[in-house]
T-cell receptor
């Protein structure tokens, strides 16, 4: 089973700080790397995604950095806010007609006011 | 447009009991999925269905069965519940005609097996 390894398991950041979550994948055939955000009691929802033809994608305060040679990608949350407190999952799509994703183990982010 | 809906929201079962978790989507998506979420384990795929009438095993299928009743509905059945199946279960759907690969998740079912 192909894996996506995510770290850290939990993260505490002060309001206004930068949150960084890292993921590493194994299969070079993966060609789509999303991040999902999950609030307590809710289902995950797509936050931002990147394809391997670019090294960075930014949407507001959220940025994905992608390093194809190292097979790593990371989520950066700039100016972190208490409302960003949630669990974040990285994932990889590994092809086929089913849109199946492999998810990382999740990072619980707490932004302290 | 409700998106993905799941019933029930909460359920407590005794070991050996059976139950079916229901999932429906109103986005006309082809693919549907069942995941379980456990602390420290992330989201693990139980079964998926690429289209109406087809189902395939995911990473952790043992102890579960599924039915893709029609394009909208995808149910997950536990024939003989075990404490190891205590988890939060999520259904998701995706439009395989679009190359954005996004999956849309339901609100989840929290299942406890005693």
């Amino acid at each position: 089973q192909q894996q996506v390894k995510q770290s850290p398991q939990s993260l505490i950041v002060q309001k206004g700080g930068i949150s960084i979550i890292n993921c590493a994948y194994e299969n070079t055939a993966f060609d789509y790397f999303p991040w999902y955000q999950q609030f307590p009691g809710k289902g995950p929802a797509l936050l931002i995604a990147i394809r391997p033809d670019v090294s960075e994608k930014k949407e507001g305060r959220f940025t994905i950095s992608f390093n194809k040679s190292a097979k790593q990608f990371s989520l950066h949350i700039m100016d972190s806010q208490p409302g960003d407190s949630a669990t974040y999952f990285c994932a990889s799509y590994y092809g086929g007609a089913t849109n199946k994703l492999i998810f990382g183990t999740g990072t619980l982010l707490a932004v302290q006011p | 447009n409700a998106g993905v809906t799941q019933t029930p929201k909460f359920q407590v079962l005794k070991t050996g009991q059976s139950m079916t978790l229901q999932c429906a989507q109103d986005m006309n998506h082809n693919s549907m999925y069942w995941y379980r979420q456990d602390p420290g384990m992330g989201l693990r795929l139980i079964y998926y269905s690429a289209s109406e009438g087809t189902t395939d095993k995911g990473e952790v299928p043992n102890g579960y069965n599924v039915s893709r009743l029609n394009k909208r509905e995808f149910s997950l059945r536990l024939e003989s519940a075990a404490p190891s199946q205590t988890s939060v279960y999520f259904c998701a759907s995706s439009d395989t005609g679009q190359r954005n690969y996004e999956q849309y998740f339901g609100p989840g079912t929290r299942l406890t097996v005693t």
